[in-house]
Antibody, heavy 121, light 106 residues
Framework: QITLKESGPTLVNPTQTLTLTCTFSGFSLSTSGVGVGWIRQPPGKALEWLALIYWNEDKRYSPSLNSRLTITKDTSKKQVVLTMTNMVPVDTATYYC?????????????WGQGILVTVSS | SLELTQPLSVSVALGQTASLSCEGNNIGSKNVHWYQQRPGQAPVLVIYRDTNRPSGIPERFSGSNSGNTATLTISRAQAGDEADYYCQVWDVITVVFGGGTKLTVL
C-alpha cells in the first residue's frame, strides 16, 4: 500500500524560504522509473505542477518557478524535500506530493493529503 | 510551452453522459491523464494514458484522445461525480495541468 504525507510549516513570512518534506511508504525511490512530484493548488484555483525527482536523481522543475525551487531525496529515509525561496503571499496554497511511475501508470496515481501553507506577516 | 484548455464548467443531468474536453496543440501525440478532485480532497487519478482506468475506478469513466482534443466521458452520471476534473500531460520535460472543469450533476 502506497502512502505519502506532507509536512512542514503552515505559516511562512514573506521573503522566507519554505521547506516541505514528503514522507512515503510502500515503494522505493531507488526503483527504476519511479519518481515523486510536488503539485500545489491556491485556494479556489487550479492545480500547478512544481517539481519532480526521479529514482536516478534526475530532476524537473516548473519553468516559471525554476529559479526558486530545489527538490532532493533521501532514499533510505523515504523522504523527498522541496524548498521554495523568497515566498510571497501568492504562494499561499495547498501543497501536495505524489507518486509517479513512468513505466507503469505514468500518472500521479497516489497523493498525499496536502498541506496548506499560508504566506503572511 | 503547451497550454491545456478546459471549459470552466459542464453540467449534466443525473443518469446522462458528460463529456469534458481538454484542448492542446497536437495533444493526440501525448499521453493524457485525468484527475477528479472533490471539495477538500486530494486529486484522484481516474484515467491514465488516454484510455485506461486505474483499479477501483468505475467503467462509467472513459477517455479518448485525438488531434488537438482529449475527452473524458462520464456515463450514467451520479451525484458523487460532481467534482473538478483536470487533464494533465508531459510537455517535453515538464508536467502541464489544464485549468480544470467543474462538473455539476443536475
Amino acid at each position: 500500500q502506497i502512502t505519502l504525507k506532507e509536512s512542514g510549516p503552515t505559516l511562512v513570512n514573506p521573503t522566507q524560504t519554505l521547506t516541505l518534506t514528503c514522507t512515503f511508504s510502500g515503494f522505493s525511490l531507488s526503483t527504476s522509473g519511479v519518481g515523486v512530484g510536488w503539485i500545489r493548488q491556491p485556494p479556489g484555483k487550479a492545480l500547478e505542477w512544481l517539481a519532480l525527482i526521479y529514482w536516478n536523481e534526475d530532476k524537473r522543475y516548473s519553468p516559471s518557478l525554476n529559479s526558486r525551487l530545489t527538490i532532493t531525496k533521501d532514499t533510505s529515509k523515504k523522504q523527498v524535500v522541496l524548498t521554495m525561496t523568497n515566498m510571497v503571499p501568492v504562494d499561499t496554497a495547498t501543497y501536495y506530493c505524489s507518486h509517479w511511475d513512468m513505466i507503469g501508470v505514468a500518472g500521479f496515481e497516489y497523493w498525499g493529503q496536502g498541506i496548506l501553507v499560508t504566506v503572511s506577516s | 510551452s503547451l497550454e491545456l484548455t478546459q471549459p470552466l464548467s459542464v453540467s449534466v443531468a443525473l443518469g446522462q453522459t458528460a463529456s469534458l474536453s481538454c484542448e492542446g496543440n497536437n495533444i493526440g501525440s501525448k499521453n493524457v491523464h485525468w484527475y477528479q478532485q472533490r471539495p477538500g480532497q486530494a486529486p484522484v487519478l481516474v484515467i491514465y494514458r488516454d484510455t485506461n482506468r486505474p483499479s477501483g475506478i468505475p467503467e462509467r469513466f472513459s477517455g479518448s484522445n485525438s488531434g488537438n482534443t482529449a475527452t473524458l466521458t462520464i456515463s450514467r452520471a451520479q451525484a458523487g461525480d460532481e467534482a473538478d476534473y483536470y487533464c494533465q500531460v508531459w510537455d517535453v520535460i515538464t508536467v502541464v495541468f489544464g485549468g480544470g472543469t467543474k462538473l455539476t450533476v443536475l
